[in-house]
T-cell receptor, first 111, second 113 residues
Framework: DSGVTQTPKHLITATGQRVTLRCSPR?????VYWYQQSLDQGLQFLIQ???????AKGNILERFSAQQFPDLHSELNLSSLELGDSALYFC??????????FGPGTRLTVL | GENVEQHPSTLSVQEGDSAVIKCTYS??????FPWYKQELGKGPQLIID?????GEKKDQRIAVTLNKTAKHFSLHITETQPEDSAVYFC????????????FGQGTELSVKP
C-alpha cells in the first residue's frame, strides 16, 4: 500500500458526460501528479500540482482540468467525454524533489 | 522532445535465471531514473531508483546501472521468481521541470517455474 488513495476505483459513463476523479496524497506530500494509462499511449503525464499551485502541464486536453485543495487532495475533472478517454487514471504524490508513489488508479470506461 | 525508449517489450525467463531490461533517454538534463513494477489491476509500484550522481545501485536481487554518457540505464533482476512476473516501466525526470516522469513503453516479464 503506497498511502495514496484514489476514488472511485471504477467509473462507467456515456459520451458527452463529465466525471470527477479524486486523489488523496500520502501524509505530508505536497505534490500531486496525474497520469493517464492507455494501451496505445502508455503512461502519460497530465498535470502536476504543488501545495495548491499548478507546477507542470503535460499532454492534457483542454476538456480536462485539475485542482488541488487546501487539504492537499486533488481532483481531476474530465468533461465532454469521448470513447478515446477510456483509460486508467493514476495519481501519484511526492515530497519535494523526491520519489513518486502511485495510487491504485481509477478505471474510466466511456460508452 | 523528451523520450524514453524501453526494450524488450516482452521477456520470458526460467525461474532462477536473470532478467535485464534496458532504457535510453533523450533529455541529457534528466537526473532521476526510477523503475516501477505494475501487476494486473494495480498501480505502478516503485522497486528501485537511481540519481545521476551514481552509476549503480543494488537492493537484494534488483540492481540498476546508469551510463550518463550513453544516456541509458538498465534494470537487472537476479534469481528470478514467479512472483517477479509483471510489467516493468522505466522512467526519467528532470526535477527543475517539476518532476514529471517520462515513461518507457513497458516490459512484460514472465518467469516460468
Amino acid at each position: 500500500d503506497s498511502g495514496v488513495t484514489q476514488t472511485p476505483k471504477h467509473l462507467i459513463t456515456a459520451t458527452g458526460q463529465r466525471v470527477t476523479l479524486r486523489c488523496s496524497p500520502r501524509s505530508g506530500d505536497l505534490s500531486v501528479y496525474w497520469y493517464q494509462q492507455s494501451l496505445d499511449q502508455g503512461l502519460q503525464f497530465l498535470i502536476q500540482y504543488y501545495n495548491g499551485e499548478e507546477r507542470a502541464k503535460g499532454n492534457i486536453l483542454e476538456r480536462f482540468s485539475a485542482q488541488q485543495f487546501p487539504d492537499l487532495h486533488s481532483e481531476l475533472n474530465l468533461s465532454s467525454l469521448e470513447l478515446g478517454d477510456s483509460a486508467l487514471y493514476f495519481c501519484a504524490s511526492s515530497s519535494e524533489a523526491d520519489t513518486q508513489y502511485f495510487g491504485p488508479g481509477t478505471r474510466l470506461t466511456v460508452l | 522532445g523528451e523520450n524514453v525508449e524501453q526494450h524488450p517489450s516482452t521477456l520470458s525467463v526460467q525461474e532462477g535465471d536473470s532478467a535485464v531490461i534496458k532504457c535510453t533517454y533523450s533529455d541529457s538534463a534528466s537526473n532521476y531514473f526510477p523503475w516501477y513494477k505494475q501487476e494486473l489491476g494495480k498501480g505502478p509500484q516503485l522497486i528501485i531508483d537511481i540519481r545521476s550522481n551514481v552509476g549503480e545501485k543494488k537492493d537484494q536481487r534488483i540492481a540498476v546501472t546508469l551510463n550518463k554518457t550513453a544516456k541509458h540505464f538498465s534494470l537487472h533482476i537476479t534469481e528470478t521468481q514467479p512472483e517477479d512476473s509483471a510489467v516493468y516501466f522505466c522512467a526519467a525526470t528532470f526535477y527543475n521541470q517539476g518532476g514529471k516522469l517520462i515513461f518507457g513503453q513497458g516490459t512484460e516479464l514472465s518467469v516460468k517455474p
